[in-house]
């Protein structure tokens, strides 16, 4: 092993030619597994649950995954400021592609308690726990390469890795599982998993940082994963349980208790998790309420798209599936494109407010929606929604990391990503709980009286609802399929009027997040790093 003074951070971090191009692959390819993970595995979902029998446990295959990968972003993102990145990257890698072949074995261990989906769920935390170090480093990692100005256009590349993801992963997910087997879905991760770890681990070097104190505030990791833990999980069960139940009450007083307890630690730790003087700084601020409005507004309300083209529109699922490619087309193409405007002009602030407004404008247009809306309409909303979307995904990470101190570039790197992914999940728990409030209430005016219980309950959570198979329900009586297809046309007027408000909401918070943005100072986006705090061991 050899040592080096420190040197300045010059050019691209003084990696030779080789060096770049093996450790930009490692990124890519990671960053596609994990895109490639999250809609793969969902088209598998129906195949897996059949298999394992696990039709009650299901949406925790997702939760664990959620729960685990949201607290080890800045956790993780907090000691690769203090020990490096490089072996923190490694390990989510490493721990990423173990977990995903322990993923598609499940089941098969007799070693291990519980039936497959138990294993399954126990397993998709582990992979969660993996992608959520490796994600919460790449974009630091580019950060470290990259001087600000050569920085966008990467960032911006990067951003449409996942866009593209988004597209193909849910028909590779129907192919591998249809052609193979749902395991696969996990399996295919291995070979690509492996080239990606080889790469960053031959040609990746380790920059140790100097003029650290070593200490890990253990106080802010524990009160920190004790705030996240009953929020997510409070905000996963509401739309089950409603806001002002039990459960999802003392969960949120539990997260209120644990916030409180992680804002005291962070004032008083050595090396925080999350340095609360970041946010003393304008710029990180508004990036930061900025980043967790588009979460709350934009992603929680693309997610119902497909409910209303398929509860309202009478789309099927296959056909509504496909007609979300335009709008990620959309956002890989905006991606790209602000990554390079950016990269060019030096400009970010222009971008961020014509993207904040072009995503204000598509979710303005989808509260216009109706019944009698084409599906060409629709498809041109999402598709200025998309490149809304698109355009400011790279902004405010680079807004961030051009003026964070280089001891605390990954801290304040994960703060976008940490913010945006408790934004979104805020918004589908939110807009969950209004669809349906609304849903209900509406439904509710016009059910005949006499209605049996029976035939209530399968249209009583427009979530869940599968018209196509209503008319199959085993142990139906004639006079109950009849009276089906008249409430049909209620719950197509019910759910319109839930969706309505989701997306009113979704536009209202759109302008909110606008106003935010003109509030972004733009700085000169540096053409060099900062002197350098490490050195090459």
Same mark, same amino acid.
């Given at each position: 092993?050899?040592?080096?003074?420190?040197?300045?951070?010059?050019?691209?971090?003084?990696?030779?030619?080789?060096?770049?191009?093996?450790?930009?692959?490692?990124?890519?390819?990671?960053?596609?597994?994990?895109?490639?993970?999250?809609?793969?595995?969902?088209?598998?979902?129906?195949?897996?649950?059949?298999?394992?029998?696990?039709?009650?446990?299901?949406?925790? #295959?997702?939760?664990?995954?959620?729960?685990?990968?949201?607290?080890?972003?800045?956790?993780?993102?907090?000691?690769?400021?203090?020990?490096?990145?490089?072996?923190?990257?490694?390990?989510?890698?490493?721990?990423?592609?173990?977990?995903?072949?322990?993923?598609?074995?499940? !089941?098969?261990?007799?070693?291990?308690?519980?039936?497959?989906?138990?294993?399954?769920?126990?397993?998709?935390?582990?992979?969660?726990?993996?992608?959520?170090?490796?994600?919460?480093?790449?974009?630091?990692?580019?950060?470290?390469?990259?001087?600000?100005?050569?920085?966008?256009?990467?960032?911006?590349?990067?951003?449409?890795?996942?866009?593209?993801?988004?597209?193909?992963?849910?028909?590779?997910? !129907?192919?591998?599982?249809?052609?193979?087997?749902?395991?696969?879905?996990?399996?295919?991760?291995?070979?690509?998993?492996?080239?990606?770890?080889?790469?960053?681990?031959?040609?990746?070097?380790?920059?140790?940082?100097?003029?650290?104190?070593?200490?890990?505030?253990?106080?802010?990791?524990?009160?920190?994963?004790?705030?996240?833990?009953?929020?997510?999980?409070?905000?996963?069960?509401?739309?089950?349980?409603?806001?002002?139940?039990?459960?999802?009450?003392?969960?949120?007083?539990?997260?209120?208790?644990?916030?409180?307890?992680?804002? =005291?630690?962070?004032?008083?730790?050595?090396?925080?998790?999350?340095?609360?003087?970041?946010?003393?700084?304008?710029?990180?601020?508004?990036?930061?309420?900025? #980043?967790?409005?588009?979460?709350?507004?934009?992603? !929680?309300?693309?997610?119902?798209?497909?409910?209303?083209?398929?509860?309202?529109? !009478?789309?099927?699922?296959?056909?509504?599936?496909?007609?979300?490619?335009?709008?990620?087309?959309?956002?890989?193409?905006?991606?790209?494109?602000?990554?390079?405007?950016?990269?060019?002009?030096?400009?970010?602030?222009?971008?961020?407010?014509?993207?904040?407004?072009?995503?204000?404008?598509?979710?303005?247009?989808?509260?216009?929606?109706?019944?009698?809306?084409?599906?060409?309409?629709?498809?041109?909303?999402?598709?200025?929604?998309?490149?809304?979307?698109?355009?400011?995904?790279?902004?405010?990470?680079?807004?961030?990391?051009?003026?964070?101190?280089?001891?605390?570039?990954?801290?304040?790197?994960?703060?976008?990503?940490?913010?945006?992914?408790?934004?979104?999940?805020?918004?589908?728990?939110?807009?969950?709980?209004?669809?349906?409030?609304?849903?209900?209430?509406?439904?509710?005016?016009?059910?005949?009286?006499?209605?049996?219980?029976?035939?209530?309950?399968?249209?009583?959570?427009?979530?869940?609802?599968?018209?196509?198979?209503?008319?199959?329900?085993?142990?139906?009586?004639?006079?109950?399929? =009849?009276?089906?297809?008249?409430?049909?046309?209620? #719950?197509?007027?019910?759910?319109?009027?839930?969706?309505?408000?989701?997306?009113?909401?979704?536009?209202?918070?759109?302008?909110?997040?606008?106003?935010?943005?003109?509030?972004?100072?733009?700085?000169?986006?540096?053409?060099?790093?900062?002197?350098?705090?490490?050195?090459?061991?």
């Amino acid at each position: 092993m050899s040592t080096a003074t420190a040197v300045p951070r010059s050019g691209l971090h003084n990696l030779t030619r080789r060096q770049l191009a093996g450790t930009l692959t490692g990124l890519v390819l990671t960053l596609l597994l994990a895109a490639l993970d999250q809609t793969i595995v969902g088209t598998s979902e129906p195949r897996i649950i059949a298999s394992l029998n696990g039709f009650d446990r299901y949406p925790w #295959v997702t939760t664990a995954y959620l729960l685990t990968s949201t607290i080890a972003v800045p956790i993780f993102a907090k000691l690769s400021d203090i020990y490096g990145r490089k072996w923190f990257f490694l390990t989510g890698n490493i721990l990423f592609v173990t977990a995903s072949a322990f993923c598609g074995a499940a !089941g098969e261990f007799r070693w291990f308690p519980g039936d497959g989906m138990s294993q399954l769920i126990a397993f998709r935390g582990l992979q969660g726990l993996g992608a959520g170090i490796a994600m919460g480093l790449l974009f630091t990692i580019i950060g470290d390469i990259f001087p600000p100005a050569q920085r966008a256009k990467y960032q911006g590349l990067f951003a449409s890795v996942f866009g593209l993801a988004s597209i193909f992963g849910p028909t590779l997910g !129907g192919w591998i599982t249809d052609q193979f087997s749902w395991r696969w879905t996990f399996y295919v991760n291995l070979p690509v998993g492996i080239i990606a770890a080889t790469a960053i681990l031959v040609e990746f070097p380790y920059f140790r940082p100097h003029g650290i104190q070593r200490r890990i505030d253990w106080w802010g990791v524990f009160s920190l994963a004790g705030c996240l833990v009953p929020l997510l999980l409070a905000l996963t069960w509401v739309t089950d349980y409603g806001w002002g139940s039990e459960r999802v009450v003392s969960l949120l007083v539990v997260a209120a208790v644990m916030l409180v307890s992680f804002l =005291l630690a962070e004032t008083r730790a050595i090396e925080p998790v999350i340095p609360l003087s970041l946010f003393k700084n304008p710029i990180i601020a508004v990036a930061t309420l900025a #980043v967790f409005l588009l979460g709350v507004s934009m992603f !929680g309300v693309i997610i119902y798209i497909p409910l209303f083209m398929q509860g309202v529109l !009478g789309v099927t699922a296959t056909r509504s599936g496909s007609l979300l490619t335009p709008m990620m087309l959309g956002f890989v193409v905006a991606s790209a494109t602000a990554g390079n405007i950016i990269g060019r002009t030096g400009r970010y602030r222009i971008v961020a407010l014509t993207g904040a407004s072009l995503a204000t404008v598509g979710i303005f247009l989808m509260a216009a929606m109706d019944g009698n809306t084409a599906q060409w309409e629709v498809i041109r909303n999402m598709i200025i929604a998309g490149l809304g979307m698109g355009s400011v995904m790279p902004v405010y990470t680079l807004a961030v990391q051009n003026v964070a101190p280089p001891a605390h570039m990954g801290s304040a790197t994960a703060s976008s990503q940490f913010f945006r992914s408790i934004g979104g999940t805020v918004g589908v728990a939110t807009y969950g709980s209004i669809l349906l409030r609304n849903y209900h209430a509406n439904f509710a005016r016009n059910v005949p009286a006499g209605t049996p219980p029976r035939v209530l309950a399968l249209l009583n959570n427009p979530l869940q609802l599968r018209q196509a198979s209503l008319g199959k329900a085993s142990g139906m009586q004639p006079a109950d399929l =009849l009276l089906i297809r008249h409430l049909l046309g209620n #719950v197509r007027e019910a759910l319109l009027a839930g969706l309505h408000h989701i997306f009113v909401i979704g536009s209202v918070l759109m302008v909110v997040a606008v106003a935010v943005n003109l509030f972004l100072r733009e700085v000169p986006l540096r053409k060099k790093h900062h002197a350098s705090v490490a050195a090459e061991v």
